[in-house]
Structures are given as C-alpha cells and as structure tokens.
C-alpha cells in the first residue's frame, strides 16, 4: 500500500494542475479513503467527516467535486449503482472484483486468477489491448437469502 505522505504529495500536486486551491476539507476526504476500507457513498463520507470534525465546514459539493478529481486521477475507483449513484473506495489497492448484493447493497470483493487470464485471453482472441476492467456481479448475498428462507 502507497505511503500516506506520498499519496498526499500526489494529490496536492494533482490540486495544483487542475488550478483548484488545497483545503484541510479536500485533504479530509483523501484521509478518510486512504483509512476506511469499504466502499462509500457520498453523503457516507461527508456524514462521517461532520460527526469525526464537527467544527469544520464540509459541503457535499466539495465531497462530489473531490472525489471526481480523485477518479479522474485514478486514486480512487467507484462502483455504479445506476440511479442509486456511485459508491467510492480507495484505488491503489491490489486489484479485485465485486460482488454486489441487490438487496441489501453489501459489497463483497474477491480475486480470481482465473477469470482475470480469461479475459486476457478473450481480449487477445479479439486482437483488443485491455487497459483495465472490472467486474460486478449482482446477486443476493448469504445474510439475505438466508433471511429470505427463515420468513418462509
């Protein structure tokens, strides 16, 4: 895992090329990733930033607007949930899938070496350079089925 004070470096210089101003809030959200690992929402981080740092002023626009620039960057990947918007997790970890459950919206992540030669290969058969993929698999989670069963 990249070094917090390198991981700042770059984003303080990615700030400065992109001509916005560096801000304790910016800064705030770049920690609260590189610390918590899950994958949030939004209003999760800027909720939890507001309950760890009442006397600071975060505006979820600053959230949205941070977290774009740190995609952008490729410092932090998200996960689409369509209308439902986008969860965020940090980016520099060593590369997984997803499992998403429909119901409850839990996030599994998995490795498979597996399915990543297969795409390499299917790349290949088509003569298509992959430069990066992902993977969500939509199901329902055990905790879920299982307490669709205990109803039954």
Known sequence: ???YDVLLDKFK?????????????????????????????????????????PDM??????????L????????????????QGKKYEFGLKKHHDHLVCKQCGAIIEFCDDII????QEIAKKFNFKMTDHTMKIIGICQSCQNQTKNKE
């Open 1 to 3: 895992m990249i070094d």
């Open 13 to 53: 210089s990615i700030i400065k090329e992109s001509g916005l101003k560096y801000t304790k809030q910016r800064e705030l959200i770049v920690k609260f990733l590189y610390d918590n690992n899950g994958h949030f929402t939004p209003e999760e981080i800027n909720d939890a930033l507001k309950n760890e740092y």
């Open 57 to 66: 002023t975060i505006g979820i626009a600053t959230v949205y607007r941070t």
């Open 68 to 83: 774009s620039l740190l995609e952008d960057a490729g410092l932090v990947t998200s996960i689409s949930f369509g209308a």
């Open 116 to 119: 990543e030669k297969r795409q």
